[in-house]
């Protein structure tokens, strides 16, 4: 059925659990029948909106609806996975049966299967994930227009735009396996965005803001998006760059969520099995500094990593990643786990919710303490290799003396190697950013090589 021929009830309406149950549990019971001896499965369905004006005008309006069903089969330690949109039954046999023709020509791998039985949820709790936002495209494009228009007005050096977007999204995911697990839960994500571009002089610069929730209560409001989107690209005007030199950088919260993004690479099953992280065989040993936590905790309401199971149907747990500086724990599915010899950390699609302890000081307290050093606001470029630890990006921000920004600055590198990098953290900041899964203060960090002129 084509979006059009959905009527707007409709469109704005997720199926039940247990409409998209019915199909899921006739795929494992297929699967079954055509000689399985496990398998699991997973069905979604979800729609959004996604509007995006530049210069006033409409540059795209999308509307979007999906949905689709992925089955993986087991004969013994052979493995096989297909997929389909289509949910009739004669599409549900023929899916299940390329999954297992695929299953008979791989090879065995005895780390393949299902997760233990005895680790499947049992008592899902209610994370407050779905949030409807009924906003219909006129109001979408009237706020999108009013988030640039407030991002233009806030300085005449502001002359340009790449456009401000507003887009909502709602969907349902479920999953079951032959243990008899069968669970799902509907799950939203709406935001506003912007970002425009400046020119003073010779110099040109581009920034910008979003903001993003469950709740759509919750988003900023498409003013202070774009006010916040032209206030940072203002600052960026008449950017020097740097003489090559050692000194602090603070990582503002976006900037410093990768750093702990590649700490999670390292510390994922996979990076691990593979011998592929320059925190191999690290766990139980220090690796940040002894007054530094950081924690997962997956059953934070309304959060956006937030869920009640992993990809497997495993219970998802808080639990302490980092005790005072201390790695204690690994990011595991159950194959990664058994390639290591382990259990899974519930962590089959990724890490829920990682949380870094802030310590006492907000972002001029941290300004002070750092007294003179770089503000690290934008990375550029993918030079991080994971296996050495070898850390060298591109990025822009601004020059501090005396605790003050005094200018910001652009086209210089930052180098060093990241388990040193996470040794000489010396401030984790009270402006946590929970816009992610990843959630974060400003970072900052002693002695780290900038390279300019």
Known sequence: MTESALSPAVQRQLPAKAELAEPLGEALEEATRQGATAAEASVSSSFGLSVKVRQGEVDTLEHMRDRGLAITVY???????????????????????????????????????????????????????????????????????????????????LTNSEGAEVSTHQGIHVYGNTHGF??????????????????????????????????????????????????????????????????????????????????????????????ASFLLDSLDTQVFPNWLSIEEQPHLPSALGSAPFDGEGVATRPRTLVEQGMLRGYVLSSYSARKLGMKTTG???????????????DYSQLLQDMHQGLVVSHLMGQGVNLITGDYSRGAAGFWVDKGEVVYPVEEITIAGHLKEMFERIRAVGLDVDIRGNIRTGSVLVEGMTVAGE
């Open 75 to 157: 004969f013994g330690q052979r493995k096989g996975t297909a997929s389909s949109a289509d949910f009739s039954r004669a599409s549900l046999v023929e899916t299940v049966r390329a999954a297992c023709d695929i299953a008979r020509y791989t090879s065995e791998d005895p780390c393949a299967g299902l997760a233990d039985a005895a680790l499947m949820s049992t008592d899902a709790p209610d994370l407050r994930l779905h949030y409807r936002w009924d906003i219909e495209p006129e109001t979408a494009i009237d706020l999108a227009r009013e988030c640039e228009a407030a991002a233009l007005g806030v300085d005449p050096r």
């Open 347 to 361: 962590n089959a699609g990724g890490i829920h919710n990682l949380v870094v302890h802030p310590g006492a000081m």
């Open 182 to 275: 069968l669970d799902g839960y509907p799950a939203s994500q709406h935001s506003i965005s912007c970002a425009v571009l400046g020119r003073s002089g010779e110099s040109m610069q581009r920034d910008y803001w979003y903001t993003t929730a469950r709740d759509p209560s919750a988003l900023q409001t498409a003013t202070v998006v774009g006010q916040e989107a032209g206030r940072r690209t203002v600052q960026r005007l008449g950017a020097r760059r740097l003489s090559t030199r050692t000194v602090p950088v603070l990582f503002t919260p976006t900037a410093a969520r990768s750093l702990f993004g590649h700490f999670l690479g390292a510390i994922q099953g996979s990076s691990l099995y593979r011998k």
